[in-house]
Each structure stands twice: as C-alpha cells, then as structure tokens.
C-alpha cells in the first residue's frame, strides 16, 4: 500500500469515528430535567426561567426587552420581570409538558403545552378553545439571566 493510501485511509478511518462519536451524542436521549434553564422566545423579547415549582414545572420571566415591559405596565400596570406565565406544566409523555400559559397583554390564561426538541429548542403551544399559536424557544445561557444582559 502507498504512503498516499495508507494516509488516506487513516483519513477515513479517524472521519468515520469523528461521525460516528457524533451520531452518538445526537441520541442520547433527553432527561425531564433538560427543559430547567432559561429560554427566549423567537423574536428575542423575552427570556424565561423554567424550573421546578414543588411537584410541577413553570416558569418565570427572568429578562424582558423595554417594549415588552412597556407595553405590560401599560395594560396591567406591573413590571413583566418576575412574572409567572408558565403554570402547573406536569409531563405528559415522554420530553412534553402540559399545564397553563398567562399572557398578560391579554389578561388571560389558556391551555398550553411544551416540548422538548432537543438540549436547545423547545417548543411551546398555548391555545383557546380551537385557536393554538406554537412558537420554538432556545435555550440561552443561564449566568446571562442572572446578570440581566440580553443575548
């Protein structure tokens, strides 16, 4: 075999185990406790903080643009940070919750649902009777949070 065969299926044999170390941490499969964090919502405006609320998950808002805030206290004349919009969420199947959304510029909670897509996507559904709106959520770093710094 020649110098250039032997490298090249070096080459190959170390890519196919690069691919395959890949492959493997794509399925490892997603515990309950991955959709604890902090999550943002598509357009950026707001981030909450999933967790544990004694046998249930919900959620609260950790950091919210100045237009999302302004237009909360506008309508209910509170700070939209420290609110609860997540509430009574408890698992449903396997990587999905069930329980309450509260969306304060309407005043009003509804029926919703979340899933975990992966470590970083979660979808969120929140519904009226026969109206659903879905969204997908990423997760963000959670010392950002704390700080009070958008990403």
Not at 50 to 74: F, H, L, Q, S
Not at 121 to 129: D, P
Request: with cysteine.
């Amino acid at each position: 075999m020649s110098r250039r065969n032997t490298l090249l299926a070096a080459a190959v044999v170390a890519l196919s185990s690069l691919a395959g170390a890949a492959l493997a941490a794509d399925v490892t499969p997603l515990k309950a406790s991955d959709v604890y964090g902090v999550w943002r919502n598509p357009k950026g405006s707001v981030h909450i903080e999933i967790k544990p609320c004694e046998t249930r998950t919900c959620g609260y808002v950790v950091w919210a643009n100045p237009d999302a805030r302004a237009d909360v206290k506008k309508k209910k004349n509170e700070d939209l940070v420290g609110m609860q919009l997540l509430r009574d969420f408890s698992a449903s199947d396997p990587n999905e919750w069930k329980g309450r959304v509260y969306v304060p510029d309407l005043d009003m909670t509804f029926s919703g649902q979340m899933r975990l897509l992966d470590r970083a996507s979660l979808r969120a559904k929140g519904c009226f009777l026969v109206l659903c709106k879905t969204q997908v959520w990423t997760r963000i770093d959670t010392a950002s949070a704390s700080t009070g710094r958008a990403l």
